[in-house]
Nanobody, 126 residues
Framework: QVQLVESGGGLVQAGGSLRLSCKAS?????????MGWFRQRPGKDREFISY????????HYTDFVKGRFTISRDNAENTLYLQMNSLTSEDTAVYYC??????????????????WGQGTQVTVSS
């Protein structure tokens, strides 16, 4: 049974930092085409933040997090990370990690990902 478990969310002041983790189990971590981070803000659709391919050699960020967020992975620990710096109130959302098994399909579209974590809340106070 595939499980993705996020942790590291919480309440932080604007300008602060958080590091999210996503522990994967029940799958061969490096056999998945990509691991991604998405978020869902109140009243909004789920939106793409970043993805990293199985080896870590290919990384992509959406424009609004470039220079502030860093995605990484530790294949030995089956863990995906998202370092978030310079947080603003606009970053308040539930953050999800996801696993994409197929090499087909867009890496930035939620429907391309087969497995999802339960989400972790990030709240940024201004």
């Amino acid at each position: 049974q595939v499980q993705l478990v996020e942790s590291g969310g919480g309440l932080v002041q604007a300008g602060g930092s958080l590091r999210l983790s996503c522990k994967a189990s029940g799958l061969t971590f490096t056999s998945y085409a990509a691991m991604g981070w998405f978020r869902q803000r109140p009243g909004k659709d789920r939106e793409f933040i970043s993805y990293i391919n199985w080896s870590g050699s290919l990384i992509h960020y959406t424009d609004f997090v470039k220079g502030r967020f860093t995605i990484s992975r530790d294949n030995a620990e089956n863990t995906l990370y998202l370092q978030m710096n310079s947080l603003t109130s606009e970053d308040t959302a539930v953050y999800y990690c996801a696993a994409k098994q197929s090499f087909r399909g867009s890496d930035t579209i939620p429907d391309s990902y087969e497995y999802w974590g339960q989400g972790t809340q990030v709240t940024v106070s201004s």
